[in-house]
């Protein structure tokens, strides 16, 4: 087991984690993390008992929203295997409860990631091109 410390600390949870840095969360808590990084991107209230088939449509909704140099890069492939990794545990309704949980573990890691990126990638947008010691130009997102 992976020491939760050994995480780097905006993906660290309260919980103990797998070898490959899953949470060991059940699945009701797995879909209730997803649910809430969905939130934090459309900003609406969390859904009512959602499953994986309408967390991955709302990621697929994300995705299509993002233009320009945000959706180039690490963010759209991070949010792209959420949205497939949900969908691959919505596929799995009704069998293979160890694999399904396995996905949806996945997609808690790859939503966090891709928030992580994208806050990132707005952050580093707005620092003031330097060269030689000169600021040239201050970028805005």
């Not at 993002?66 to 759209?76: D, E, H, K, P, Y």
């Not at 919505?90 to 994208?118: F, H, N, Q, S, T």
Request: net charge negative.
């Amino acid at each position: 087991m992976v020491p939760v410390t050994s995480l780097p600390a905006p993906l660290r949870w309260d919980v103990s984690v797998t070898e490959n840095g899953l949470p060991r969360f059940g699945y009701e808590r797995a879909l209730m993390y997803v649910d809430g990084e969905l939130c934090w991107w459309t900003r609406a209230d969390p859904l009512v008992d959602p499953g994986p088939g309408e967390l991955s449509e709302g990621f697929a909704a994300v995705r299509s929203t993002l233009t320009g140099s945000q959706r180039a890069g690490l963010v759209f492939e991070a949010l792209a295997s959420c949205e497939r990794s949900l969908h691959e545990a919505d596929l799995l309704r009704g069998g293979a409860p160890a694999i399904r949980l396995l996905k949806v573990r996945a997609a808690c890691v790859e939503a966090a990631m891709a928030r992580l990126l994208y806050s990132a990638s707005l952050a580093d947008s707005c620092r003031p091109n330097v060269i030689g010691g000169q600021v040239l130009a201050t970028t805005t997102p």
